[in-house]
């Protein structure tokens, strides 16, 4: 069974950090690009950062270049998205998803054929 977790959400200030993981299982993420996006409440859902697997290109919205990075561990089969100097509009929940896209289709068009279930990241003091 395909199946993408997020893990690693939650409060944190303005200022602070977070590192979400997600995992994928039932296959394997060599093949993929894979994104994260965020959705918060009233808006719809946007590419925040993704990453080709096979050969590391990285795409990133302007909002969170400089202060998010994306990353991949092929033997865990696990993408991560540290989210550092994080601020209040930052806040919704994070989705990853794998694509057989390129990374900035995938990240500007939100193109996933596998979606994980989401975790909250709320920033607030």
């Known amino acids: 069974q395909l199946q993408l977790v997020e893990s690693g959400g939650g409060l944190v200030q303005p200022g602070g950090s977070l590192r979400l993981s997600c995992a994928a299982s039932g296959f394997t993420l060599d093949n993929y690009a894979i994104g994260w996006f965020r959705q918060a409440p009233g808006k719809e859902r946007e590419g925040v950062s993704c990453i080709n697997i096979s050969d590391g290109y990285t795409y990133y919205t302007d909002s969170v270049k400089g202060r998010f990075a994306i990353s991949r561990d092929n033997a865990k089969n696990t993408v991560y998205l540290q989210m550092n100097s994080l601020k209040p509009e930052d806040t919704g929940v994070y989705y990853c998803?794998?694509?057989?896209?390129?990374?900035?289709?995938?990240?500007?068009?939100?193109?996933?054929?596998?979606w994980g279930q989401g975790t909250q990241v709320t920033v607030s003091s």
């Open positions: 998803a794998a694509s057989l896209y390129d990374v900035q289709t995938t990240c500007i068009s939100v193109a996933g054929s596998y």
